[in-house]
């Protein structure tokens, strides 16, 4: 059974880092794509970065890219998101998710296209 436990966010203030994590369990993330995902209060699920499982190719939204950066620990079998000079407009529950190893290009910006989901973290950034 796959199972992805995000932690790492909190309340900060405007200008802040965070640096997320997700620890994935039942599967080995360096043959997957994983991706990370925001939802705000009344907003549809935002796509923020991927990578992909069968070369590390790395993908990110254009609201976030140069901001935010993806990266996975193998040994540890956790991807991360480090979130960098953050805004009131970055607050929400962020989730990471795991797909098919073949997922590239435009697909893995799909929430569709990952099969498993994270509970998601809270992030709150004050102004």
């Known amino acids: 059974q796959v199972q992805l436990v995000e932690s790492g966010g909190g309340l900060v203030q405007a200008g802040d880092s965070l640096r997320l994590s997700c620890a994935a369990s039942g599967r080995t993330i360096s043959r997957y794509a994983m991706g990370w995902f925001r939802q705000a209060p009344g907003k549809e699920r935002e796509f923020l970065a991927a990578?992909?499982?069968?070369?590390?190719?790395?993908y990110y939204a254009d609201s976030v890219k140069g901001r935010f950066t993806i990266s996975r620990d193998n040994a540890k079998n956790t991807v991360y998101l480090r979130m960098n000079n953050l805004k009131p407009e970055d607050t929400a529950i962020y989730s990471c998710a795991t797909g098919p190893n073949y997922l590239s290009g435009s697909v893995v910006r799909r929430a569709t296209a990952y099969n498993y989901w994270g509970q998601g973290t809270q992030v709150t950034v004050s102004s």
């Open positions: 990578i992909s499982g069968s070369d590390g190719v790395t």
